[in-house]
């Protein structure tokens, strides 16, 4: 069997960091954004949206394995991409080659706000033993702290429409790349859908952060005494 030369492997890397950019981070995205949306129509469907997730057998695996082991692998693709790219923007002001700094430089910001986001909320909801139906009366109270200072709200702000400018014009990239989209015209309407999907995340995220800045809801578990032994009610 032949081995893999040193150039298969990177286009290998390449096409991996791509598909990983849509499938599962890019769907992982608008699933989360649009779980979150829930609370602009009331805390109690936004609680039961977290108590289904916080439910789910074995949700540290699937955590690890569909989202925390793809993300790693996305962004350090993507801090070797930055690193060895060469950006002409200055000589070559052209919207497409502004677009593609932009979404190196955006994919840096994601990162470290994930970084805060993960290290604000997960990280405490398991080091403090927040399982099931107790997970989610905690991590709103989080979120409820976290918009009532101007710092949290610009930290999401720009969080979230960092992240939707990143998964939007990775669409694009993705579509070219995987000869998905042919064409002048088509990859301009491709653009434009995209940027579509890019503003819907945006407006969702922000209506999200507007919501729990506006009216901070403090609830209690949908099921009492879980660990307590005292039984549901």
């Known amino acids: 069997m032949d081995r893999v030369s040193k150039d298969q492997l990177h286009y290998l890397l390449l096409k991996t960091h791509s598909l990983t950019g849509l499938v599962p981070i890019g769907a992982y995205l608008c699933v989360h954004l649009s779980v979150n949306s829930l609370r602009t129509v ?3 469907p936004y609680q039961l949206s977290i108590d289904a997730i916080n439910n789910l057998p074995f949700l540290i695996w699937i955590e690890t394995i569909f989202i925390y082991i793809p993300l790693l692998f996305h962004s350090f693709m993507g801090f070797y991409l930055s690193k060895n790219a060469r950006y002409n923007l200055a000589r070559y002001r052209y919207p497409r080659n502004g677009l593609y700094t932009l979404q190196r430089l955006s994919g840096a910001v994601v990162f470290v706000f994930l970084v805060y986001h993960v290290g604000t909320t997960v990280v405490p909801k398991w080091t403090n033993g927040k399982h099931l139906f107790e997970a989610a009366p905690f991590l709103i109270e989080i979120m409820n702290m ?13 969080g979230i429409a960092s992240a939707a400018f990143h998964f939007a014009n990775g669409l694009w990239g993705f579509c070219i790349s995987w000869g998905l989209v042919v064409g002048v015209r088509a990859q301009r309407n491709a653009a434009l859908a995209f940027s579509l999907v890019g503003v819907v995340l945006t407006v969702m995220g922000l209506a999200t952060v507007f919501e ?21 009610g």
Do not use: N
Not at 150 to 157: A, D, E, Q, S, V
């Open 212 to 232: 729990f800045s506006v009216h901070p809801e403090s609830t209690v578990p949908t099921i009492a005494g879980v660990f307590s032994g005292k039984g549901g």
């Open 146 to 158: 976290e918009f009532q200072t101007w710092t949290g709200r610009i930290i999401y702000l720009i």
């Open 42 to 44: 009331g805390v109690l």
